[in-house]
């Protein structure tokens, strides 16, 4: 006799990720997420290159990919979340539907390029309410890929979505500052553009310092 498909999907996300992740992996009781995909003016005009630009270049040179980006949301372990995808309109905006309620999520965006290369943004939201507004900048994709790798998923959750406008907004000025050179073609360079800002900025590394230290009082607790 054929066996039933979902129970089988569900028992297999739950070893993955947990039961907290289980209503986000399936897009369950999520809410709606807009905003807009804008890049730096350099980059999209040549979209396909591999040179690194000026961080200076991001404000206020970015400009929107038009109706160039499919858009997706993730949970922060990096699973897709059903159904919650979309395609950027022609001023670049895009509506994402099921997006986990009160959780922190991964949204990213590709970009198409030229010779085959695309360009991959990024950005975290802790979507609330009927629908929240973000946006998917170099800035955001910066302080994305960069927590993930500097904090990682159970300091992200315990953040605001006022937290991380304040992050983002603080590594803006950092990096306009430092006018660092990075390269968003992949995360392995928003990363290491946020590691620089992070040595380099003691507003940007105190922030980040208060994520690892509850994330160590939540471990204490816990034992």
């Given at each position: 006799m054929?066996?039933?498909?979902?129970?089988?999907?569900l028992?297999?996300?739950?070893?993955?990720?947990?039961?907290?992740?289980?209503?986000?992996?399936?897009?369950?009781?999520?809410?709606?997420?807009?905003?807009?995909?804008?890049?730096?003016?350099?980059?999209?005009?040549?979209?396909?290159?591999?040179?690194?630009?000026?961080?200076?270049?991001?404000?206020?040179?970015?400009?929107?990919v038009?109706?160039?980006?499919?858009v997706?949301?993730?949970?922060?372990?990096?699973?897709?979340?059903?159904?919650?995808?979309?395609?950027t309109?022609?001023?670049?905006?895009?509506?994402?539907?099921?997006?986990?309620?009160?959780?922190?999520?991964?949204?990213?965006a590709?970009?198409?390029?030229?010779?085959?290369?695309?360009?991959?943004?990024?950005?975290?939201?802790?979507?609330?309410?009927?629908?929240?507004?973000?946006?998917?900048?170099?800035?955001?994709?910066?302080?994305?890929?960069?927590?993930?790798?500097?904090?990682?998923?159970?300091?992200?959750?315990?953040?605001?979505?006022?937290?991380?406008?304040?992050?983002?907004?603080?590594?803006?000025q950092?990096?306009?500052?430092?006018?660092?050179?990075?390269?968003?073609?992949?995360?392995?360079?928003?990363?290491?553009?946020?590691?620089?800002?992070?040595?380099?900025?003691?507003?940007?590394?105190?922030?980040?310092?208060?994520?690892?230290?509850?994330?160590?009082?939540?471990?204490?607790?816990?034992?």
């Amino acid at each position: 006799m054929r066996q039933p498909v979902l129970p089988f999907l569900l028992a297999a996300t739950l070893a993955v990720s947990g039961c907290a992740d289980i209503f986000g992996v399936l897009g369950v009781m999520g809410v709606s997420v807009t905003g807009q995909v804008r890049v730096p003016q350099p980059q999209m005009a040549a979209i396909g290159g591999v040179a690194g630009y000026r961080t200076s270049a991001f404000f206020p040179g970015e400009v929107s990919v038009g109706a160039n980006a499919d858009v997706q949301t993730y949970t922060l372990i990096g699973l897709p979340v059903a159904n919650s995808t979309a395609r950027t309109d022609t001023t670049g905006n895009f509506r994402l539907e099921g997006v986990p309620a009160e959780k922190v999520s991964v949204i990213r965006a590709t970009v198409p390029g030229k010779n085959g290369k695309t360009l991959r943004l990024a950005g975290l939201v802790k979507a609330s309410g009927g629908s929240t507004v973000t946006e998917l900048s170099a800035v955001s994709t910066i302080v994305a890929e960069g927590l993930l790798r500097e904090v990682g998923t159970s300091g992200i959750e315990r953040m605001t979505q006022d937290a991380i406008s304040e992050l983002e907004h603080l590594v803006m000025q950092a990096a306009t500052t430092s006018q660092r050179n990075v390269d968003l073609m992949g995360a392995e360079g928003p990363a290491s553009a946020f590691q620089a800002l992070l040595s380099a900025d003691a507003e940007v590394r105190d922030r980040v310092a208060e994520l690892n230290a509850g994330v160590k009082t939540a471990a204490l607790r816990e034992k």
